[in-house]
Protein backbone atom coordinates (compact mmCIF):
# COMPACT_ATOMS: atom_id res chain seq x y z
CA UNK A 1 0.00 0.00 0.00
CA UNK A 2 1.47 3.25 -1.02
CA UNK A 3 1.78 6.22 1.87
CA UNK A 4 -0.88 7.88 0.07
CA UNK A 5 -3.25 5.07 0.21
CA UNK A 6 -2.51 4.67 3.92
CA UNK A 7 -3.11 8.23 4.74
CA UNK A 8 -6.51 8.28 3.26
CA UNK A 9 -7.40 5.14 4.63
CA UNK A 10 -6.50 6.70 8.07
CA UNK A 11 -8.44 9.49 7.10
CA UNK A 12 -11.56 7.44 7.35
CA UNK A 13 -10.80 6.11 9.97
CA UNK A 14 -10.00 9.42 12.02
CA UNK A 15 -13.50 10.26 10.75
CA UNK A 16 -15.15 7.29 12.93
CA UNK A 17 -13.50 7.43 16.05
CA UNK A 18 -15.41 6.91 19.06
CA UNK A 19 -15.13 6.99 22.91
CA UNK A 20 -17.53 6.12 25.76
CA UNK A 21 -15.01 7.73 28.22
CA UNK A 22 -12.16 10.22 29.28
CA UNK A 23 -9.81 6.82 29.43
CA UNK A 24 -10.90 5.72 25.79
CA UNK A 25 -10.17 8.80 24.58
CA UNK A 26 -7.05 9.25 26.17
CA UNK A 27 -5.86 5.83 24.10
CA UNK A 28 -6.86 7.56 20.82
CA UNK A 29 -4.87 10.89 21.55
CA UNK A 30 -2.05 8.32 22.47
CA UNK A 31 -2.66 6.56 19.51
CA UNK A 32 -3.18 9.21 16.84
CA UNK A 33 -1.56 12.53 17.97
CA UNK A 34 1.36 11.36 20.74
CA UNK A 35 4.90 11.30 19.94
CA UNK A 36 5.03 7.75 19.24
CA UNK A 37 1.58 7.91 17.33
CA UNK A 38 0.66 6.85 14.04
CA UNK A 39 0.84 10.52 12.60
CA UNK A 40 4.36 10.78 13.62
CA UNK A 41 5.44 7.52 11.93
CA UNK A 42 4.24 8.44 8.95
CA UNK A 43 6.26 11.44 9.08
CA UNK A 44 9.29 9.63 9.55
CA UNK A 45 8.10 7.46 6.18
CA UNK A 46 7.58 11.25 4.76
CA UNK A 47 11.57 11.75 4.34
CA UNK A 48 11.51 8.92 1.89
CA UNK A 49 8.75 10.32 -0.57
CA UNK A 50 10.22 11.25 -3.74
CA UNK A 51 10.79 15.11 -4.12
CA UNK A 52 7.94 15.74 -6.69
CA UNK A 53 5.67 14.17 -4.68
CA UNK A 54 6.54 15.74 -1.31
CA UNK A 55 3.91 18.61 -1.28
CA UNK A 56 0.68 16.46 -2.08
CA UNK A 57 2.02 13.98 0.83
CA UNK A 58 2.96 16.85 2.90
CA UNK A 59 -0.70 18.58 2.82
CA UNK A 60 -2.20 15.28 3.58
CA UNK A 61 -0.47 14.60 6.32
CA UNK A 62 -1.03 17.98 7.64
CA UNK A 63 -5.01 17.60 7.11
CA UNK A 64 -4.70 14.05 8.71
CA UNK A 65 -3.24 15.77 11.66
CA UNK A 66 -5.81 18.55 11.87
CA UNK A 67 -8.96 16.33 11.47
CA UNK A 68 -7.25 13.85 13.77
CA UNK A 69 -7.10 17.21 16.54
CA UNK A 70 -10.59 18.27 15.97
CA UNK A 71 -12.23 14.81 16.01
CA UNK A 72 -10.39 14.52 19.46
CA UNK A 73 -11.77 17.40 20.60
CA UNK A 74 -15.51 17.02 19.63
CA UNK A 75 -15.62 13.54 21.75
CA UNK A 76 -13.87 15.79 24.26
CA UNK A 77 -17.12 18.63 24.49
CA UNK A 78 -19.73 16.16 23.80
CA UNK A 79 -17.98 13.68 26.73
CA UNK A 80 -17.87 16.70 29.11
CA UNK A 81 -21.24 18.11 27.96
CA UNK A 82 -23.03 14.87 29.16
CA UNK A 83 -20.91 14.87 32.27
CA UNK A 84 -22.52 18.01 33.15
CA UNK A 85 -26.14 16.80 32.17
CA UNK A 86 -25.87 13.89 33.95
CA UNK A 87 -25.16 15.99 37.22
CA UNK A 88 -28.27 18.22 37.08
CA UNK A 89 -30.26 14.87 37.00
CA UNK A 90 -32.87 14.95 39.75
CA UNK A 91 -32.16 12.82 42.52
CA UNK A 92 -35.55 12.05 44.34
CA UNK A 93 -34.17 10.35 46.37
CA UNK A 94 -32.08 13.23 48.26
CA UNK A 95 -33.65 15.00 51.69
CA UNK A 96 -34.94 18.13 50.41
CA UNK A 97 -31.78 21.29 50.79
CA UNK A 98 -32.48 23.71 53.46
CA UNK A 99 -34.00 26.68 52.02
CA UNK A 100 -32.73 29.73 53.85
CA UNK A 101 -35.52 32.09 54.27
CA UNK A 102 -35.56 35.66 53.18
CA UNK A 103 -36.17 38.55 56.05
CA UNK A 104 -38.52 41.46 55.63
CA UNK A 105 -36.80 44.70 54.37
CA UNK A 106 -36.44 47.32 57.69
CA UNK A 107 -38.86 49.97 56.09
CA UNK A 108 -41.36 47.59 55.57
CA UNK A 109 -41.23 46.35 59.29
CA UNK A 110 -41.10 49.66 60.71
CA UNK A 111 -44.17 50.37 58.12
CA UNK A 112 -46.26 47.41 59.28
CA UNK A 113 -45.28 49.02 63.37
CA UNK A 114 -46.81 52.16 62.36
CA UNK A 115 -50.02 50.54 60.40
CA UNK A 116 -50.43 48.50 63.37
CA UNK A 117 -50.64 51.54 66.07
CA UNK A 118 -52.96 53.16 64.06
CA UNK A 119 -54.92 50.69 63.44
CA UNK A 120 -55.46 50.04 66.89
CA UNK A 121 -56.33 53.98 66.85
CA UNK A 122 -59.24 53.55 64.30
CA UNK A 123 -57.40 54.19 61.22
CA UNK A 124 -58.16 52.31 58.03
CA UNK A 125 -55.39 51.96 55.01
CA UNK A 126 -55.97 53.99 52.19
CA UNK A 127 -54.19 53.45 48.75
CA UNK A 128 -53.17 55.56 45.97
CA UNK A 129 -51.60 55.76 42.31
CA UNK A 130 -47.78 56.68 42.48
CA UNK A 131 -48.18 58.22 38.88
CA UNK A 132 -50.45 60.82 39.63
CA UNK A 133 -52.08 63.68 38.31
CA UNK A 134 -51.21 67.36 39.31
CA UNK A 135 -55.09 67.45 39.90
CA UNK A 136 -54.73 64.92 43.25
CA UNK A 137 -51.01 66.01 44.24
CA UNK A 138 -50.92 70.02 43.97
CA UNK A 139 -54.38 71.35 43.08
CA UNK A 140 -57.04 70.14 45.38
CA UNK A 141 -54.11 70.36 47.94
CA UNK A 142 -54.26 74.18 47.87
CA UNK A 143 -51.06 74.55 46.06
CA UNK A 144 -51.38 77.59 44.06
CA UNK A 145 -50.28 77.65 40.11
CA UNK A 146 -47.20 79.20 40.86
CA UNK A 147 -46.27 77.32 43.91
CA UNK A 148 -42.26 75.94 43.52
CA UNK A 149 -43.59 72.63 44.65
CA UNK A 150 -44.59 72.27 41.30
CA UNK A 151 -41.12 73.04 39.77
CA UNK A 152 -39.53 70.54 37.77
CA UNK A 153 -36.62 70.67 40.70
CA UNK A 154 -38.80 68.87 43.00
CA UNK A 155 -41.00 66.73 40.41
CA UNK A 156 -40.52 64.20 38.21
CA UNK A 157 -42.98 64.99 35.25
CA UNK A 158 -44.05 62.26 33.13
CA UNK A 159 -46.65 64.57 31.01
CA UNK A 160 -47.10 67.95 30.86
CA UNK A 161 -50.62 69.97 29.80
CA UNK A 162 -48.77 73.55 28.88
CA UNK A 163 -53.22 74.95 28.89
CA UNK A 164 -54.19 72.89 32.13
CA UNK A 165 -51.20 72.62 34.52
CA UNK A 166 -53.98 70.18 37.06
CA UNK A 167 -53.41 67.99 33.83
CA UNK A 168 -49.93 67.14 34.04
CA UNK A 169 -48.75 63.29 34.75
CA UNK A 170 -46.37 63.78 37.59
CA UNK A 171 -44.69 60.79 39.98
CA UNK A 172 -46.14 61.57 43.13
CA UNK A 173 -44.02 64.16 45.89
CA UNK A 174 -45.90 63.03 48.59
CA UNK A 175 -48.51 60.64 50.10
CA UNK A 176 -50.74 64.23 50.50
CA UNK A 177 -52.73 63.34 46.95
CA UNK A 178 -54.20 60.11 48.66
CA UNK A 179 -56.16 62.33 50.98
CA UNK A 180 -58.01 64.14 48.25
CA UNK A 181 -58.71 60.78 46.06
CA UNK A 182 -60.27 59.75 49.39
CA UNK A 183 -62.11 63.28 50.41
CA UNK A 184 -63.76 63.10 46.85
CA UNK A 185 -65.38 59.63 47.17
CA UNK A 186 -65.86 59.39 50.47
CA UNK A 187 -67.97 62.02 53.10
CA UNK A 188 -66.77 62.39 56.77
CA UNK A 189 -66.52 60.40 59.03
CA UNK A 190 -63.36 59.43 57.49
CA UNK A 191 -60.02 58.31 59.43
CA UNK A 192 -57.14 56.87 56.94
CA UNK A 193 -53.92 56.46 56.49
CA UNK A 194 -51.80 55.40 53.66
CA UNK A 195 -48.46 54.51 53.09
CA UNK A 196 -46.84 54.16 49.87
CA UNK A 197 -43.49 55.51 48.07
CA UNK A 198 -43.22 59.20 46.78
CA UNK A 199 -40.53 60.79 44.48
CA UNK A 200 -38.40 63.91 44.69
CA UNK A 201 -36.08 65.08 41.82
CA UNK A 202 -33.25 65.16 44.38
CA UNK A 203 -29.59 64.48 44.27
CA UNK A 204 -29.10 61.26 46.37
CA UNK A 205 -26.78 61.28 49.04
CA UNK A 206 -26.99 59.92 53.15
CA UNK A 207 -29.46 62.33 53.88
CA UNK A 208 -31.62 61.96 50.81
CA UNK A 209 -32.53 60.18 47.91
CA UNK A 210 -34.85 60.36 44.47
CA UNK A 211 -37.30 58.32 46.10
CA UNK A 212 -38.93 57.65 49.60
CA UNK A 213 -41.92 56.32 51.69
CA UNK A 214 -44.20 58.17 53.63
CA UNK A 215 -47.58 57.36 55.74
CA UNK A 216 -50.45 59.67 55.42
CA UNK A 217 -53.01 60.21 58.23
CA UNK A 218 -56.25 61.95 58.22
CA UNK A 219 -58.99 62.22 60.37
CA UNK A 220 -62.02 64.22 59.30
CA UNK A 221 -65.15 64.73 61.42
CA UNK A 222 -67.58 67.28 63.27
CA UNK A 223 -65.75 69.19 66.19
CA UNK A 224 -62.33 67.66 65.31
CA UNK A 225 -59.63 69.88 66.99
CA UNK A 226 -55.56 70.25 67.51
CA UNK A 227 -55.59 68.82 70.64
CA UNK A 228 -56.79 65.47 69.16
CA UNK A 229 -53.78 65.68 66.82
CA UNK A 230 -51.46 66.56 69.07
CA UNK A 231 -52.83 63.51 71.01
CA UNK A 232 -52.93 60.76 68.62
CA UNK A 233 -49.27 61.63 67.82
CA UNK A 234 -48.43 61.55 71.38
CA UNK A 235 -49.48 58.63 71.74
CA UNK A 236 -48.06 57.28 68.17
CA UNK A 237 -44.26 58.50 69.67
CA UNK A 238 -44.71 56.35 72.79
CA UNK A 239 -45.79 53.47 71.17
CA UNK A 240 -43.09 53.34 68.72
CA UNK A 241 -40.24 54.55 70.62
CA UNK A 242 -41.17 53.80 73.75
CA UNK A 243 -43.02 55.56 76.81
CA UNK A 244 -40.38 58.36 78.00
CA UNK A 245 -40.43 59.73 74.51
CA UNK A 246 -41.48 63.33 74.34
CA UNK A 247 -42.79 65.60 71.74
CA UNK A 248 -42.96 68.96 70.57
CA UNK A 249 -44.60 70.70 67.78
CA UNK A 250 -42.97 73.47 65.68
CA UNK A 251 -44.90 76.21 63.97
CA UNK A 252 -44.62 75.65 60.02
CA UNK A 253 -46.35 75.87 56.92
CA UNK A 254 -47.83 73.97 54.08
CA UNK A 255 -50.10 75.07 51.62
CA UNK A 256 -52.89 72.25 52.54
CA UNK A 257 -52.92 72.97 56.54
CA UNK A 258 -53.72 75.90 58.57
CA UNK A 259 -52.25 75.90 61.08
CA UNK A 260 -49.53 73.64 60.60
CA UNK A 261 -46.58 72.43 62.69
CA UNK A 262 -43.34 69.77 62.44
CA UNK A 263 -43.00 67.32 64.88
CA UNK A 264 -39.43 66.83 66.82
CA UNK A 265 -39.73 63.44 68.50
CA UNK A 266 -36.36 63.73 72.03
CA UNK A 267 -33.59 62.28 69.86
CA UNK A 268 -33.66 58.36 70.33
CA UNK A 269 -29.90 57.55 69.63
CA UNK A 270 -28.82 60.03 72.31
CA UNK A 271 -31.61 60.00 74.42
CA UNK A 272 -31.45 63.93 74.27
CA UNK A 273 -28.40 64.58 75.19
CA UNK A 274 -26.91 65.64 71.86
CA UNK A 275 -25.79 63.77 69.04
CA UNK A 276 -24.40 64.13 65.33
CA UNK A 277 -27.72 62.44 64.08
CA UNK A 278 -29.76 65.11 66.15
CA UNK A 279 -27.10 67.70 65.24
CA UNK A 280 -26.17 68.13 69.02
CA UNK A 281 -29.71 69.64 69.61
CA UNK A 282 -31.28 66.50 71.30
CA UNK A 283 -34.68 66.58 68.81
CA UNK A 284 -35.32 65.26 65.61
CA UNK A 285 -37.80 65.61 63.34
CA UNK A 286 -40.65 63.06 62.06
CA UNK A 287 -43.30 64.74 60.45
CA UNK A 288 -45.38 67.56 59.21
CA UNK A 289 -48.47 68.12 60.44
CA UNK A 290 -52.03 70.23 60.65
CA UNK A 291 -55.73 70.92 60.62
CA UNK A 292 -57.03 70.38 56.88
CA UNK A 293 -57.48 74.20 55.34
CA UNK A 294 -60.88 74.50 54.74
CA UNK A 295 -60.27 75.21 51.09
CA UNK A 296 -58.83 71.32 50.82
CA UNK A 297 -62.32 70.65 52.29
CA UNK A 298 -64.15 72.19 49.79
CA UNK A 299 -62.06 71.44 46.66
CA UNK A 300 -62.68 67.71 47.68
CA UNK A 301 -66.47 68.31 48.18
CA UNK A 302 -66.48 68.50 51.70
CA UNK A 303 -68.67 71.10 53.43
CA UNK A 304 -65.72 73.24 55.82
CA UNK A 305 -68.32 74.83 57.77
CA UNK A 306 -69.70 71.52 59.12
CA UNK A 307 -66.37 69.23 59.23
CA UNK A 308 -63.16 69.45 60.50
CA UNK A 309 -59.98 67.61 59.84
CA UNK A 310 -56.75 67.12 61.15
CA UNK A 311 -53.43 65.14 58.60
CA UNK A 312 -50.25 64.45 59.04
CA UNK A 313 -47.40 63.05 57.13
CA UNK A 314 -44.75 61.36 58.56
CA UNK A 315 -41.11 59.45 56.51
CA UNK A 316 -41.00 55.84 56.86
CA UNK A 317 -37.21 56.31 56.40
CA UNK A 318 -37.09 58.81 59.34
CA UNK A 319 -37.90 56.82 61.61
CA UNK A 320 -36.10 53.79 60.29
CA UNK A 321 -32.93 55.69 60.70
CA UNK A 322 -33.80 56.51 64.61
CA UNK A 323 -35.56 52.75 65.29
CA UNK A 324 -32.69 51.00 63.82
CA UNK A 325 -29.83 53.84 64.07
CA UNK A 326 -29.27 53.56 60.41
CA UNK A 327 -27.46 56.63 59.11
CA UNK A 328 -27.44 56.03 55.04
CA UNK A 329 -30.07 56.24 53.43
CA UNK A 330 -28.89 54.79 50.16
CA UNK A 331 -28.54 51.18 52.33
CA UNK A 332 -32.36 50.93 51.68
CA UNK A 333 -32.21 50.60 48.05
CA UNK A 334 -29.13 48.60 46.94
CA UNK A 335 -30.20 45.44 47.94
CA UNK A 336 -27.13 45.08 50.21
CA UNK A 337 -27.43 41.34 51.26
CA UNK A 338 -25.18 41.43 54.39
CA UNK A 339 -27.39 44.71 55.33
CA UNK A 340 -30.88 43.39 54.82
CA UNK A 341 -29.89 40.34 56.58
CA UNK A 342 -29.17 41.74 59.60
CA UNK A 343 -33.46 42.35 60.08
CA UNK A 344 -33.72 37.87 59.36
CA UNK A 345 -34.54 38.00 63.09
CA UNK A 346 -36.89 41.07 63.62
CA UNK A 347 -40.08 40.02 62.38
N1 LIG B 1 -47.15 66.23 52.67
C1 LIG B 1 -46.21 66.78 53.61
C2 LIG B 1 -44.79 66.50 53.14
O1 LIG B 1 -44.63 65.70 52.26
C3 LIG B 1 -46.40 66.21 54.98
C4 LIG B 1 -47.73 66.59 55.60
C5 LIG B 1 -48.81 65.76 55.45
C6 LIG B 1 -47.87 67.76 56.30
C7 LIG B 1 -50.03 66.09 56.02
C8 LIG B 1 -49.06 68.11 56.88
C9 LIG B 1 -50.14 67.28 56.74
O2 LIG B 1 -43.83 67.05 53.60
Known amino acids: MSLKENIQDLLKEVSQLKAENEKELEELRIKYLSKKGVITELMKDFRNVPNEEKREIGMCINQLKTEAQNKINSIRESLQ??????????????????????????LTLVKNEIIDIFSRLGFCLADGPEVEDDLHVFTKMNFAADHPARDMQDTFFIETNPNEVAKNI???????????????????????????????????????????????GLYVDENVSFKDLKQVLLLFAQEMFGKDTKIRLRPSYFPFTEPSAEMDISCDICGGVGCSFCKNTGWVEILGCGMVHP?????????????KGYAFGLGIERITNLKYKISDLRL????????????TSVN
Request: proline share 5%; aromatic share 8%; glycine share 4%.
Open 81 to 106: QNGAQSDTRLDLTRTAYPIALGSRHP
Open 170 to 216: ILRSHTSSVQARVMETTQPPIRIICPGRVYRNETITARAHCFFHQIE
Open 295 to 307: NVLELCGIDSKKY
Open 332 to 343: FSENDKRFLEEF
